[in-house]
């Protein structure tokens, strides 16, 4: 695990746009292709926006195919949807066209939404196994990741794939990709700013004991891949190092 800590969120999201921008260029010229998963929440969007604006001509950005790692249960134009703030702030802005997009299908039940979602990826990856080069993940206040919620069944999933999952303290579905699924990634970043996380990190980061019930984002390691924190001063305010 690296763990990187800014006072500033200027320098974090340029040190962030920075590293998916090598790691995306880095799989164009391996593989022609970047597979990159978005994260919703509010933390990303302007990440999204300086992608789509300073470093629009840093990538290729045409030879990049976009997930999500998580959606609600809300229509697509819901301002809840993530992938409505992810088109608005980066993919429309770029002109990706929308094949290269793989919205998750909120007019379908969750249970359908989400087997739809697994059958799109691993299409994508024509069977075989479903690595993104880049997955970009958020946290909240509960240590949820993606729609990895505290005390909530998919945390118990053994699947590599994308699951609904009922949110009892939200009283709402989501759809998320399962740990399992997320860490088969070659990079994962996490990004979190803002002292109200500053509990969830420590436990997260630096708990001697896993609690992976209470603390999903606990439950992210990749098998093969790099994991990369980007906090800021607050979010890390309470960790020893
Ligand atoms: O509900 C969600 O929350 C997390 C964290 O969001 P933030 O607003 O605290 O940045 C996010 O990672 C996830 O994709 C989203 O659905």
Same mark, same amino acid.
């Given at each position: 695990?690296?763990?990187?800590?800014?006072?500033?969120?200027?320098?974090?999201?340029?040190?962030?746009? !920075?590293?998916?921008?090598?790691?995306?260029?880095?799989? =164009?010229? +391996?593989?022609?292709?970047?597979?990159?998963?978005?994260?919703?929440?509010?933390?990303?969007?302007?990440?999204?926006?300086?992608?789509?604006?300073?470093?629009?001509?840093?990538?290729?950005? @045409?030879? %990049?195919?976009?997930?999500?790692?998580?959606?609600?249960?809300?229509?697509?134009?819901?301002?809840?949807?993530?992938?409505?703030?992810?088109?608005?702030?980066?993919?429309?802005?770029?002109?990706?066209?929308?094949?290269? =997009?793989?919205?998750?299908? /909120?007019?379908?039940?969750?249970?359908?939404?989400?087997?739809?979602? @697994?059958? #799109? $990826?691993?299409?994508?990856?024509?069977?075989?196994?479903? &690595?993104?080069?880049?997955?970009?993940?958020?946290?909240?206040?509960? *240590?949820?990741? *993606?729609?990895?919620?505290?005390? /909530?069944?998919?945390?118990?999933?053994?699947? %590599?794939?994308? +699951?609904?999952?009922?949110? #009892?303290?939200?009283?709402?579905?989501? =759809?998320?990709? /399962?740990?399992?699924? $997320?860490?088969? *990634?070659?990079?994962?970043?996490?990004? %979190?700013?803002?002292?109200?996380? *500053?509990?969830?990190?420590?436990?997260?980061? +630096?708990? +001697?004991?896993?609690? !992976?019930?209470?603390?999903?984002?606990?439950?992210?390691?990749?098998?093969?891949?790099?994991?990369?924190?980007?906090?800021? @001063?607050?979010? &890390?305010?309470?960790?020893?190092?």
């Amino acid at each position: 695990m690296n763990l990187l800590i800014y006072h500033g969120k200027d320098e974090l999201l340029e040190d962030l746009a !920075t590293f998916i921008l090598k790691v995306g260029n880095e799989a =164009i010229a +391996e593989n022609g292709r970047f597979n990159f998963v978005l994260t919703g929440g509010s933390s990303p969007k302007t990440l999204y926006q300086q992608l789509a604006t300073k470093y629009k001509d840093d990538l290729d950005w @045409q030879q %990049v195919y976009f997930f999500f790692g998580d959606e609600r249960n809300v229509s697509a134009t819901d301002k809840d949807y993530n992938g409505l703030m992810a088109a608005e702030s980066l993919l429309r802005p770029l002109n990706i066209q929308e094949d290269h =997009i793989f919205y998750v299908n /909120t007019s379908l039940s969750p249970v359908e939404a989400a087997s739809a979602y @697994q059958n #799109e $990826i691993n299409m994508h990856f024509n069977g075989g196994l479903p &690595a993104f080069d880049f997955i970009l993940l958020g946290m909240g206040d509960d *240590a949820h990741t *993606a729609s990895l919620f505290p005390e /909530t069944e998919i945390l118990e999933s053994s699947e %590599v794939g994308v +699951e609904a999952v009922f949110v #009892e303290k939200l009283n709402t579905y989501r =759809i998320s990709m /399962t740990a399992g699924l $997320i860490n088969h *990634a070659k990079n994962i970043a996490f990004l %979190v700013f803002g002292k109200s996380k *500053a509990d969830a990190v420590k436990q997260v980061i +630096e708990s +001697e004991e896993e609690d !992976t019930t209470h603390y999903p984002a606990q439950l992210i390691k990749p098998y093969n891949g790099h994991v990369t924190w980007f906090l800021d @001063q607050e979010a &890390a305010a309470n960790l020893n190092t």
